[in-house]
Nanobody, 126 residues
Framework: QVQLVESGGGLVQAGGSLRLSCTTS????????MGWFRQAPGKEREFVAA????????YYADSVKGRFTISRDNAKNTVYLRMNNLKPEDTAVYYC???????????????????WGKGTLVTVSS
């Protein structure tokens, strides 16, 4: 069993930055591709970014490309999402997901993951 715990959410003004972290339990972190997803009020959960097992390949939703950066530290069992130039439309609960049988790109079209965290709320004020 893998447990994912997100942190780093909060309230920020438009144009500001936040860094989300997702720390996992267990010793198998490096065997999972990792992704960030978000769900805004009244909307379905959507893909944000993903990173391959070794961290060499990343993939982003068009809406965040150039503003968000996903990275991972396998020694710390942690995946990060650096979010710059935040916009009010980025307001959502952000979830991390772990999927063993995926590439960074394929995570963008997957509706479910092997494991999900409980999410962290990001609110961007205008």
């Amino acid at each position: 069993q893998v447990q994912l715990v997100e942190s780093g959410g909060g309230l920020v003004q438009a144009g500001g930055s936040l860094r989300l972290s997702c720390t996992t339990s267990g010793r198998t972190f490096s065997t999972y591709a990792m992704g960030w997803f978000r769900q805004a009020p009244g909307k379905e959960r959507e893909f944000v970014a993903a990173i391959s097992r070794g961290g060499t390949t990343t993939y982003y939703a068009d809406s965040v490309k150039g503003r968000f950066t996903i990275s991972r530290d396998n020694a710390k069992n942690t995946v990060y999402l650096r979010m710059n130039n935040l916009k009010p439309e980025d307001t959502a609960v952000y979830y991390c997901g772990a999927e063993r049988n995926a590439t960074a790109q394929s995570m963008a079209i997957m509706s479910d993951m092997d494991y999900w965290g409980k999410g962290t709320l990001v609110t961007v004020s205008s």
